[in-house]
């Protein structure tokens, strides 16, 4: 089955600075790659996605790259803020599976 | 406005007692998933199923039963629970490739 990768665990930045979170992937058959955030006491939500037929996508402050090659994807935070503070997780889907990384825990200091 | 539910917030069990946990969408999604959140573990897949009676085990099966009769209802079972099931639960659904909605958990504590 799938196995996703995320690094780092924890990552602590100063509010302005970027943030950048990275995943592998291990099914080569992976086409969808979404990225959930999490605060605390809540349910994961989506914050952007992307496809194995596209290289980058852009939200405003967020982005996410995905080189299907390598078979590794990241998210890129920019100008972050406190509100940023959350756990990030990745994850990888064929169809209808979704497996997902083990979490990023992001702390934005003001 | 996109909804999936769980039955309980929070739910406390002796051990040895059977449990269910109910899942509810109203999007007509395909898939379902349980997954099971432990602080540093992530989001682990404990069964999913791709349609009404159809089920696949995720990667931590051992202890678990799920049920779909309905497309809408996903049921997490813990036939004989145990301090080791203590743990946040989280049901999602989507349609297959696409964005998969949370519901917003279930605290599990077995004493």
């Known amino acids: 089955g799938e196995n996703v990768e995320q690094h780092p665990s924890t990552l602590s930045v100063q509010e302005g600075d970027s943030a950048v979170i990275k995943c592998t992937y291990s099914d080569s058959a992976s086409n969808y790659f979404p990225w959930y955030k999490q605060e605390l006491g809540k349910r994961p939500q989506l914050i952007i996605d992307i496809r194995s037929n596209v290289g980058e996508k852009k939200d405003q402050r967020i982005a996410v790259t995905l080189n299907k090659t390598a078979k590794h994807f990241s998210l890129h935070i920019t100008e972050t803020q406190p509100e940023d503070s959350a756990v990030y997780f990745c994850a990888a889907s064929r169809y209808s599976t979704l497996t997902f990384g083990k979490g990023t825990m992001l702390l934005v200091s003001p | 406005d996109v909804k999936v539910t769980q039955s309980s917030r929070y739910l406390v069990k002796r051990t040895g007692e059977k449990v269910f946990l109910e899942c509810v969408q109203d999007?007509?999604?395909?898939?379902m998933f349980w997954y099971r959140q432990d602080p540093g573990l992530g989001l682990r897949l404990i069964y999913f199923?791709?349609?009404?009676?159809?089920?696949e085990k995720g990667d931590i099966p051992e202890g678990y039963s799920v049920s779909r009769e309905k497309k809408e209802r996903f049921s997490l079972i813990l036939e004989s629970a145990s301090t080791n099931q203590t743990s946040m639960y989280l049901c999602?659904?989507?349609?297959?490739?696409?964005?998969?909605?949370f519901g917003q958990g279930t605290r599990l504590t077995v004493v």
């Open positions: 199923s791709y349609d009404v009676k159809m089920k």
């Open positions: 999007m007509d999604h395909e898939n």
């Open positions: 999602a659904s989507r349609a297959p490739n696409t964005e998969a909605f």
